[in-house]
């Protein structure tokens, strides 16, 4: 398996093969996550000291913060695989 890697701002790179969801970080819920991430010692930050725009979770069970929207971060991971949301038939050929 090839990981697929993303750049998500700031010189920090994503393995998108090891990303389960993207979410705005702006619900209780997902404060919540954050939270137990951080308590746990499982939350990585990757604004560097900018504003939260993405939490992603991970396979691991760790929690990312990211400078990016998620539709940025998805969008770079659609690029990076030569496909589109638009034109499916550029995907991986199926």
């Known amino acids: 398996m090839v990981a697929e890697l993303v750049h998500i701002g700031f010189g920090n790179i ?10 705005s970080p702006n619900s209780a819920p997902t404060k919540r996550v954050v ?6 010692g499982f939350l990585i930050d990757m ?9 992603i979770y991970t ?4 929690i990312i ?6 539709e940025t971060i998805s969008s770079r ?9 638009l034109r499916p038939e550029l995907g991986d050929g199926d």
């Open 47 to 55: 604004t560097n000291g900018r504003r939260t725009k993405a939490v």
């Open 14 to 23: 994503l393995a998108m093969n090891k990303v389960i969801a993207i979410s």
């Open 65 to 70: 913060l990211a400078a990016l929207a998620p």
């Open 35 to 40: 939270q137990e991430g951080r308590s746990r």
């Open 59 to 62: 396979d691991s069970g760790h």
């Open 77 to 85: 991971s659609m690029v990076t695989r030569g496909s589109s949301l």
